[in-house]
T-cell receptor
Framework: DQQVKQNSPSLSVQEGRISILNCDYTNSMFDYFLWYKKYPAEGPTFLISISSIKDKNEDGRFTVFLNKSAKHLSLHIVPSQPGDSAVYFCAARASETSGSRLTFGEGTQLTVNP | DSGVTQTPKHLITATGQRVTLRCSPRSGDLSVYWYQQSLDQGLQFLIQ???????AKGNILERFSAQQFPDLHSELNLSSLELGDSALYFC??????????????FGAGSRLTVL
């Protein structure tokens, strides 16, 4: 049962344009959502998060949007830079039922072309 | 450097063998998590420890076991290895648990290849 799903295995954008990565979830108990970025031969690194009581969180070039009714979240990167090329994982947590463990999506490989 | 240290970085072994993966959490973190990432898949939660005690279990096979020691480092033991166990194994740590563990910090992973 894949509770967190990233339907796009890959995304390619031009430098300076917007990158939009999408994530869908099925578990209505999820109350905290995170995006992690992973470079080859490294572990995932935390990028940005959002609580279920919010619908938007912004940090510099990165903005995460949460649509609870659609059980959908997205990560916007503006402007995209070649250094943003990495695998992006969406993750979610159901604090009441599962504590601090995170459930991850399959990841989306973002390639930003110069 | 995330502060989470995993050894070994790479490990090649044969089917039927047993291996131990080691993780030292970030200084001050009491909770340790193990995740498995097989080819082209997301990270699958295996097990969590908090201050030496098992806290949560995911899809961990009976051939796998883990523990967290008094100095808070953790070991993941994989036995009777099969080809399908080839994967990246990540360790992560957090300060606390539940709502007090907003972000997990990951190590660089241990790549296991079973031939």
């Amino acid at each position: 049962d894949q509770q967190v799903k990233q339907n796009s295995p890959s995304l390619s954008v031009q430098e300076g344009r917007i990158s939009i990565l999408n994530c869908d979830y099925t578990n209505s108990m999820f109350d905290y959502f995170l995006w992690y970025k992973k470079y080859p031969a490294e572990g995932p690194t935390f990028l940005i998060s959002i609580s279920s009581i919010k619908d938007k969180n912004e940090d510099g070039r990165f903005t995460v949007f949460l649509n609870k009714s659609a059980k959908h979240l997205s990560l916007h990167i503006v402007p995209s830079q070649p250094g943003d090329s990495a695998v992006y994982f969406c993750a979610a947590r159901a604090s009441e039922t599962s504590g601090s463990r995170l459930t991850f999506g399959e990841g989306t490989q973002l390639t930003v072309n110069p | 450097d995330s502060g989470v240290t995993q050894t070994p970085k790479h490990l090649i072994t044969a089917t039927g063998q047993r291996v131990t993966l080691r993780c030292s959490p970030r200084s001050g973190d009491l909770s340790v998590y193990w995740y498995q990432q097989s080819l082209d898949q997301g990270l699958q939660f295996l097990i969590q420890y908090y201050n030496g005690e098992e806290r949560a279990k995911g899809n961990i096979l009976e051939r796998f076991s883990a523990q967290q020691f008094p100095d808070l480092h953790s070991e993941l033991n994989l036995s009777s290895l099969e080809l399908g166990d080839s994967a990246l194994y990540f360790c992560a740590s957090s300060v606390g648990i539940g709502i007090w563990a907003n972000v997990l910090t990951f190590g660089a992973g241990s790549r296991l290849t079973v031939l």
